[in-house]
């Protein structure tokens, strides 16, 4: 198979392939977005986000459920997470953008589970002393993302585990272990660290209510290979007496390379929120493009932006501005703008970006103790 058609695969361990999303929406069987659920949301934050603006929140289950449990006057929740097996990128920092406007819109508490455990059980080459590492350095980024910090509970699953443990056990004991193998596809060889996990990030979905002594709807902000984890929670949530946890569902970030998400295993088509800006100027300026073999060609056929790492940049994160937007690609389409010119000032912009971010990640160590669960 040439790596134009590969077979699509999408678990929440592998994620590879042309991304075809309505095909993902039909095989997980969950609702498309609509505009409505987008004009609720937008009317409650006062804008609409660019993620929301740009199709990238692709589905849901549940939120229009969740909206209207808001409008009634009840409390509600976010939940969200982070495998921590390396560094942060910027594909990562997408939902944890969305999770921000969603706290601030609906002045919500945000869970947010840092699983360690997970990525020691599923990682071969990972040790505990490494995913707790990244687990901390992690958590400076999801900072950085400017969360409130009394509305926000980060936490390690290892190191909190008291607080966890015994919703997770409840969880645990409500799923047979042939409903994990028709669910994730275990195999004999698995360890059972990793049959024993689902019940962690389920257990999430539950902590608030917990914690709080009410029930309270939780919404999932989450990448759509997530899915898997809530199909399962939501099979016994009201059997354990709280809600289906909701849930809404991102598109990948593309990588720099050709096709693909952004992915931490081509470090050199990621860029890392800890990446000198120097260096992530030259990924950019070596990044896939959409455009014609020659400046001569793009100038008389045009790019295709669609094919276009560097546009995926400017549609998903950085230009703001729509009609700015439209304008590069009419440009990009026509053969007026050429590749190096739009490469360069993506890469300009994503520096500083970097420059910024690390500054507001560097401060994040002052008051991390503030963001963790207690
Ligand atoms: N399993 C996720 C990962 O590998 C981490 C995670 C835990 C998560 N809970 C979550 C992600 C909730 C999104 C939402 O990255």
Same mark, same amino acid.
């Given at each position: ?6 077979e699509m695969v999408v678990t929440p ?67 969200t997470g982070r495998g921590p097996s ?8 997408? =939902? ?69 443990? !015994? ?60 899915? =898997? ?31 693909? !998400? ?13 990446? =000198?800006?120097?260096?992530?100027? !030259? ?59 739009? !490469?360069?000032?993506?890469a300009k912009i994503i520096s500083r ?22």
């Amino acid at each position: 198979m040439t790596e134009d058609n590969e077979e699509m695969v999408v678990t929440p361990w592998e994620v590879r392939g042309e991304i075809d999303y309505d095909k993902l929406i039909e095989q997980f069987g969950v609702q498309p977005m609509t505009p409505s659920i987008t004009e609720r949301i937008a009317k409650q934050a006062g804008f609409v986000h660019l993620q929301l603006r740009r199709g990238i929140y692709l589905s849901h289950r549940d939120v229009d459920w969740w909206l209207d449990e808001h409008n009634k006057g009840n409390r509600v929740g976010l939940y969200t997470g982070r495998g921590p097996s390396g560094h942060v990128h910027l594909g990562h920092l997408l =939902p944890w953008f969305f999770c921000k406007y969603l706290q601030d819109a609906f002045d919500t508490e945000l869970y947010f589970q840092m699983t360690d455990d997970e990525k020691f059980v599923f990682e071969d080459h990972l040790t505990l002393d490494q995913t707790i590492g990244y687990t901390y350095e992690n958590a400076l980024d999801v900072i950085a993302c400017g969360l409130d910090q009394e509305k926000t509970h980060i936490f390690s699953d290892t190191e909190h585990i008291h607080h966890l443990y !015994k919703i997770a056990l409840r969880v645990s004991k409500r799923v047979t272990y042939s409903t994990a193998k028709a669910v994730f596809g275990f195999q004999d060889s698995d360890n059972i660290g990793m049959i024993w996990y689902p019940a962690m990030q389920a257990m999430t979905c539950f902590l608030q209510s917990e914690r709080e002594g009410a029930n309270i709807p939780c919404l999932i902000p989450a990448a759509i290979d997530q899915d =898997p984890y809530w199909r399962m929670t939501r099979d016994i949530a009201e059997k354990m007496g709280y809600y289906k946890p909701a849930q809404i569902h991102a598109k990948f970030l593309p990588g720099l390379g050709k096709g693909g !998400k952004m992915s931490s295993s081509m470090p050199e088509t990621a860029i890392f929120t800890i990446d =000198p800006p120097e260096i992530a100027e !030259k990924k950019v300026m070596a990044a896939f493009t959409g455009g014609q073999a020659t400046v001569r060609e793009q100038k008389e056929k045009g790019g295709d932006p669609t094919a276009c790492s560097v546009y995926a940049y400017y549609y998903f994160l950085f230009e703001e501005d729509d009609s700015k937007l439209v304008a590069l690609e009419n440009e990009c389409r026509s053969g007026s703008l050429v590749c190096g010119d739009c !490469k360069a000032r993506l890469a300009k912009i994503i520096s500083r970006f970097l420059v910024d971010f690390q500054v507001k990640r560097e401060k994040a160590k002052d008051n991390l103790e503030e963001f963790l669960i207690n």
